[in-house]
């Protein structure tokens, strides 16, 4: 289990804290976080190209020109796809580009992609993320960390801390809920608080399911000892 330090915003060690192997020491999976990003890429799109096909194109109630004696090929609609203004043989129409991926593949390129993070030095945990709102003291801060470009991870978002880093182009905040991947491969530092480190494994999936195992256990338990009895 690697031991980190805790700074704060003056890039000062008030203490350490241990991450979860099973979280930040995981291989990294190129194959899955290229599925990842390209699923959530896919997800961002709106789709809403279109263009018009011949049924669609107005006019073209009248033969363009006549049929013979021009010396052109012979048109029965200014509609058609081979006339100028006419309509597309094959137009591109609304359309949703978002498929499913499962959830355990999501989890595993999580931990691949804060486990990349981890092992290049480029994670670093904060004491805690407050702010009066202030945009220019939290770039003052960002500067003394040596962040130019970083995702910033809080145990839940707080109002003033978000106010003052919507307007910085080069760096996103979120609450542990916004964790993606996305994210933390496209900027060059992942800032996570300290109290956001319980929510990112859950995000990652451990220690999500033990309490259902131990239900199922329990009652598994429970109906052998009460066949037992029954005999």
């Known amino acids: 289990m690697a031991k980190v330090d805790v700074l704060d915003w003056d890039k000062k060690k008030v203490g350490s804290v241990d991450l979860n192997p099973e979280v930040f020491e995981q291989p990294v999976n190129k194959a899955l976080l290229h599925s ?10 709106r789709g809403t190209h279109k263009a018009k096909n011949k049924s669609e194109v107005s006019g073209g109630g009248k033969k363009p020109f006549k049929q013979k004696g021009t010396g052109s090929a012979r048109q029965g609609s200014s509609r058609s796809p081979l006339m100028a203004g006419g309509g597309v043989v094959f137009p591109p129409t609304p359309r949703d580009y978002q498929y499913t991926m499962p959830k355990k593949q999501k989890q595993v390129a999580l931990r691949s992609a804060l486990s990349y993070l981890a092992g290049a030095g480029k994670l670093v945990v904060v004491d805690s993320m407050t702010s009066e709102g202030k945009t220019k003291a939290l770039a003052a801060n960002l500067q003394t960390l040596g962040a130019t470009k970083s995702v910033l991870i809080d145990g839940a978002e707080n109002a003033g801390f978000k106010r003052a880093a919507r307007n910085l182009p080069k760096f996103r905040y979120y609450g542990v809920e916004g964790l993606n991947v996305y994210d933390l491969l496209k900027y060059d530092m ?42």
């Open 190 to 231: 992942a800032i996570i608080s300290k109290n956001s480190l319980e929510g990112i494994e859950a995000r990652c999936g451990i220690g999500a399911d033990k309490p259902a195992k131990k239900a199922k256990t329990a009652a598994k338990k429970s109906t052998k000892s009460s066949k037992k009895q029954e005999a």
């Open 36 to 45: 990842v990003v390209k699923w959530q890429l896919a997800s961002r799109r």
